[in-house]
């Protein structure tokens, strides 16, 4: 059985900093592409950013610059550093493992509870 751990949320405030963690189970992680996704009260959960096996990185476009994605596949866990932190980025973020196809990421179901994450101005 799969099992996502995320963790490392807060409350910060605005320009500040945050690196979330989210251990892996029940998979063989370094074979997997892993993404960190968010999610805001009344919006649909996003993709953040994806990190493949390989080691190739994905961002979106309001992360980009600010955001950096990593993995340790030692220890079955990917990694979000979060700087210089918006309003705009507070949500619940969760871990996945994810397929990517023609360059889209598709995440598989195993959604964990997540971590929150506040930004206060």
């Known amino acids: 059985q799969v099992q996502l751990v995320e963790s490392g949320g807060g409350l910060v405030q605005v320009g500040g900093s945050l690196r979330l963690s989210c251990a892996a189970s029940?998979?063989?992680?370094?074979?997997?592409?892993m993404a960190w996704y968010r999610q805001a009260v009344g919006k649909q959960r996003e993709l953040v950013a994806a990190?493949?096996?390989?080691?190739?990185?994905y961002y979106g476009d309001s992360v980009k610059g600010r955001f950096l994605i990593s993995r340790d596949n030692a220890k079955n866990t990917v990694f979000l550093q979060m700087n210089s932190l918006e309003p705009e980025d507070t949500g619940i973020y969760y871990c996945?493992?994810?397929?990517?196809?023609?360059?889209?990421?598709?995440?598989?179901?195993?959604w964990g509870i997540g971590t929150l994450v506040t930004v206060s101005s």
């Open positions: 990190i493949a096996s390989g080691g190739s990185t």
């Open positions: 029940g998979l063989t992680f370094s074979l997997n592409a």
């Open positions: 996945n493992a994810v397929n990517i196809i023609g360059g889209y990421y598709f995440p598989q179901d195993y």
